[in-house]
């Protein structure tokens, strides 16, 4: 079963950057939708940034301006740039296709913004 990597993670003070890579299969990351997602502890997931095969962007109003997705289909690669850090960025980072499918989850990747 496919299971999307995710890297990149850490902690960094306000205002920092970070840029988070997924890596997959060949097959989700030609066809699919890609998202990246996040969660803080008790909270639920939310959509943070989408991707579409032919690399069109949309992101949450939490992030636009501030984050920029990409993807490189034949490094199996999604990316999230993540600029201008915030305390409330502060969450567990996941990548999925766009509908989700639940084997595709990962482990995620810990981004914590703190002074």
């Known amino acids: 079963q496919v299971q999307l990597v995710e890297s990149g993670g850490g902690l960094v003070e306000p205002g920092g950057s970070l840029r988070l890579s997924c890596v997959g299969s060949g097959t989700i990351f030609s066809i699919n939708t890609m998202g990246w997602y996040r969660q803080a502890p008790g909270k639920q997931r939310e959509a943070v940034a989408t991707i579409t095969s032919g690399g069109r962007a949309n992101y949450a109003d939490s992030v636009k301006g501030r984050f920029t997705i990409s993807r490189d289909n034949a490094k199996n690669t999604v990316y999230l740039q993540m600029n201008s850090l915030k305390p409330e960025d502060t969450a567990v980072y996941y990548c999925?296709?766009?509908?989700?499918?639940?084997?595709?989850w990962g482990l995620g990747t810990q981004v914590t913004v703190s002074s």
């Open positions: 999925n296709s766009i509908p989700t499918i639940n084997y595709y």
